[in-house]
């Protein structure tokens, strides 16, 4: 049975990770608050990504890190602060985790990373350039540590468009603000956390040994077409 590490599996698209791994998978859950699943294959542990030491961890095949912002503002409205702590959570937090767990990662079997971006990279909006900096961090991170680990580690990160999490939810915290958004998207729907829990669970196996350094837009056709 492979052990894999999620960092953030308490809630949102991490939980959804979780979710559908527990039941193949041993899963070490990393978070700041127990997930509501209880399973004998999931060990749960409290960490704080910006203020915690990570625990040490015997064996893993995988780790999934799933911390993340959406922090939208005016350019003029955000502060130096705002962008550093975006850029904290995001890029440095993912930083910190890989290095202390590579060494235990490179014991696995097909070990892989996995990483979240954003559509906010590739399409221009609005008040997102705090997050889209954050998240091109993460994308050059993927490219680059992708490059120098293979052929021995993969990684891979996955850029979803608006998801229904609670992360999202002043996103979408009216029916107008739900259909306004929605109706923005080609495929006219928004992710649900599942459809992104599956492609992940789908790029740390052993069915996707072919990919590494790779971008996956989950983006309901926002970026890709115009209609």
Do not use: W
């Amino acid at each position: 049975m492979k052990s894999v590490i999620i960092i953030g599996g308490s809630k949102g698209i991490g939980n959804a990770i979780l979710n559908q791994l527990i039941d193949t998978h041993k899963v070490i859950n990393l978070s700041r608050t127990a997930p509501s699943q209880q399973h004998t294959n999931l060990l749960h542990k409290n960490y704080n990504v910006l203020t915690d030491e990570l625990p040490e961890i015997e064996a893993a095949d995988a780790l999934i890190y799933c911390p993340g912002s959406i922090n939208l503002k005016p350019f003029s409205r955000l502060s130096i602060d705002e962008f550093k702590a975006d850029f904290e959570i995001n890029v440095l937090g993912a930083i910190k985790v890989i290095q202390h767990y590579l060494p235990v990662l490179r014991q696995g079997k097909n070990p892989s990373i996995l990483l979240f971006s954003t559509v906010a990279t590739k399409l221009g909006m609005p008040f997102h350039t705090s997050v889209a900096m954050a998240k091109s961090g993460v994308e050059g991170l993927v490219k680059s540590l992708g490059a120098e680990l293979a052929p021995s580690v993969r990684i891979n990160g996955i850029a979803p468009s608006v998801t229904d999490t609670e992360l999202a939810s002043k996103l979408l915290r009216n029916e107008k603000m739900i259909e306004t958004i929605t109706e923005r998207h080609p495929l006219k729907k928004l992710l649900k956390p599942e459809e992104v829990a599956e492609l992940a669970v789908f790029l740390i196996s052993d069915k996707a040994l072919a990919m590494s350094g790779q971008i996956f837009q989950m983006d309901n056709g926002i970026v890709t077409f115009k209609i």
